[in-house]
């Protein structure tokens, strides 16, 4: 069974830094790789997602990924956070063949932004 | 576009009642919803799949008897908990997609039930 992780359970930043966060799965064959945000109180809203074509895929509000078949990862980045990237984010996987859609999530990264 | 309603959104039980949770897609037909459950500070576990008309297909180690999951329309899908217990309590999310494969699963707000 596919799984995915996340490397860091809670990020802290600055408004203005920098923003990378890992992401990697576990299964050989084709994958549709997605991020999700939840913002506080909020349901979970989809950032950005990649299905197949240019590795690089640029979501809303500023984030892109980078699909690394080589590397199993689809890191999440943002140039410069803001206060109101305070969220958690979520990586998503659904393998193919049969899996029929099923996403697996990866366990979330807490992003705090200071401001 | 590619709203999924919860209702209610919160509930608090007696041990040993049933719940009944709504999903409700409210702005295009949902071939396929899921229901996941979250626990505080971890991921979104998935427990089942459901397709409008037929039996739900549930995750190793869900109980199918103990949440009853029925999606009898193509913009509702239900899931009771019968006969509620404590460990029951938890946030449960449903998605809502709107065709086959992989296109993206649109999320609903939560339900969170404790159950005292």
């Known amino acids: 069974a596919q799984s995915v992780s996340q490397h860091n359970h809670h990020v802290i930043l600055s408004e203005a830094a920098s923003l990378e966060l890992g992401c990697n799965y576990s299964?050989?064959?084709?994958?549709?790789l997605f991020w999700y945000v939840q913002y506080p109180g909020q349901h979970l809203q989809l950032l950005l997602k990649?299905?197949?074509?240019?590795?690089l895929v640029k979501g809303i509000k500023g984030f892109e990924a980078e699909f690394i078949k080589s590397k199993f990862s689809f890191n999440l980045r943002k140039p410069s956070v803001q206060w109101s990237d305070t969220a958690e984010y979520f990586c998503?996987?659904?393998?193919?063949?049969?899996?029929?859609?099923?996403?697996?999530f990866g366990q979330g990264t807490i992003l705090t932004v200071h401001p | 576009g590619a709203v999924v309603s919860q209702h209610p959104s919160w509930v608090i039980c007696k041990s040993g009642t049933s719940v009944k949770i709504e999903c409700r897609s409210l702005?295009?037909?949902?071939?396929?919803m899921f229901w996941y459950r979250q626990f505080p500070k971890q991921s979104l576990m998935l427990m089942a799949t459901?397709?409008?008309?037929?039996?739900?297909?549930?995750e190793q180690g869900v109980e199918k008897d103990k949440f009853l999951i029925n999606h009898a329309s193509l913009t509702l899908s239900t899931l009771t908990v019968t006969s509620a217990h404590p460990e029951d309590s938890s946030f449960y999310i449903c998605?809502?997609?709107?065709?086959?494969?992989?296109?993206?699963?649109?999320f609903g707000p939560g339900t969170r039930l404790l159950v005292l």
């Open positions: 998605s809502a997609r709107p065709g086959q494969g992989r296109e993206t699963q649109y």
């Open positions: 299964y050989g064959g084709t994958v549709n």
């Open positions: 990649y299905f197949s074509g240019d590795p």
């Open positions: 998503a996987v659904i393998a193919g063949g049969t899996s029929y859609g099923k996403l697996t």
């Open positions: 702005d295009f037909q949902a071939t396929t």
């Open positions: 459901s397709n409008e008309g037929s039996k739900a297909t549930y």
